[in-house]
């Protein structure tokens, strides 16, 4: 280290951070040489908790892991859960959770896009994202009862229905805010002061992707073309038609664009779940609790989850663990801030969209 470095401390608890995490950086005038991450101030042991708990009530812990997030734990752990036990869910539930998951994944990347315009200091276009987000908090609220734990889910199949007249009160909803969400896109992609902090900054080369193993839109922003909604289809997926977005700039205004384009294919998704909906029950009965192990994966908001569990004839499991994107996304920023200013660093670290709870777990 030159005598012209020094170490400069970010966190645990800082103005620019969302959640405790400590960053040391040791930077060199204003600028950043090497970036280390120490975790671990929220730690929960929710691996251990689970294992004190049946099958049943991990379903309401497991959502409680992260929370925008949230429906993409449940719907995972079920299925895991459901593979292990072998049990088919029916289609109308199928098509239920993908339902929930598009929508949560609509708020969860607006959310995501206001906080950039928050740091980079853009505040009406963070009220008016905001906004918008807050017409899909009405309709989670409206549909499920909740604003964010949806509590949509139940091991074989869901635990809500829609009628006719909630169908089309989320049609209607889609059509009222997609003109908004466009014109935020149109912003973003467009907006002088919004490019000038976000292109070119933060570059993950696509290598460097790939060697990280970073996935969701931190790998399809570096042209890395991952979705296991695609490559793994579960539930309705493989049934309804979508893309996944890549693009190939490989830096923060490459990651936004990506989440504001998916919104889109979510709305697609949604549309398409209302016209296709089958009749039939919500769910599949409970069957015998054997020794073996399974595991799901899904594509939450953030990227791939992926839930491991072991049972051994009782209805609390031997093991359940699982692995968050966040947790794959946190290592790339060692390289996304090489020679970055410290200014930009509250910045970039957003651009991966992390969550240190379900980190930590």
């Known amino acids: 280290m030159s005598v012209s470095t020094f170490d400069m401390p970010l966190g645990p608890v800082h103005v620019a951070l969302e959640e405790p995490v400590y960053f040391h950086l040791a930077v060199e005038g204003e600028t950043v040489r090497h970036v280390e991450l120490t975790s671990g101030h929220v730690h929960r042991g929710m691996e251990a908790l689970a294992s004190q708990r049946n099958l049943v009530k991990n379903v309401t812990l497991t959502e409680r892991v992260c929370s925008l997030c949230s429906n993409s734990h449940s719907f995972t752990y079920c299925m895991a859960v459901e593979n292990v036990l072998g049990i088919t869910i029916p289609a109308r ?116 992707a790939v060697r990280l193993g970073v996935v969701g839109p931190v790998a399809r922003g570096s042209g890395v073309r991952i979705d296991v909604r695609k490559d793994s289809p579960y539930a309705a997926y493989g049934e309804l038609d979508f893309a996944s977005v890549v693009r190939e700039d490989c830096c ?28 039939g029950p919500l769910t599949a009965p409970m069957r015998q609790i054997r020794t073996a192990e399974a595991c799901a994966r899904t594509e939450a908001p953030r990227g791939e989850v992926f839930y491991y569990i072991r049972t051994n004839e009782t209805d609390i499991p031997a093991r359940l663990k699982w692995r968050v994107p966040s947790y794959m996304n946190w290592e790339a920023l060692g390289v996304m801030m090489r020679d970055c200013k410290v200014a930009d660093v509250a910045l970039i670290t957003n651009s991966i969209d992390p969550c240190v709870s379900c980190t930590e777990r």
């Open 252 to 279: 923060v205004h490459a990651r936004t664009m990506v989440r504001l384009h998916e919104i889109f294919q979510s709305f697609s998704l949604i549309r398409q779940c209302i016209e296709r909906l089958p009749q």
């Open 93 to 208: 539930a199928r098509y239920l959770r993908v339902l929930a998951e598009e929508i949560k994944r609509v708020a969860s990347h607006l959310f995501n896009t206001a906080i950039q315009a928050h740091i980079i200091g853009f505040k009406s276009l963070f009220m008016h994202v905001m906004e918008v987000r807050e017409v899909m908090q009405d309709l989670k609220e409206t549909v499920y009862g909740n604003r964010m734990n949806l509590a949509a889910n139940c091991i074989g199949g869901v635990k809500y229905d829609v009628d006719r007249e909630l169908l089309d009160y989320m049609r209607k909803t889609v059509d009222k805010i997609e003109p908004q969400v466009e014109q935020i896109r149109e912003i973003y992609d467009t907006n002088s002061m919004v490019l000038a902090r976000t292109r070119g900054l933060g570059l993950l080369p696509k290598a460097d």
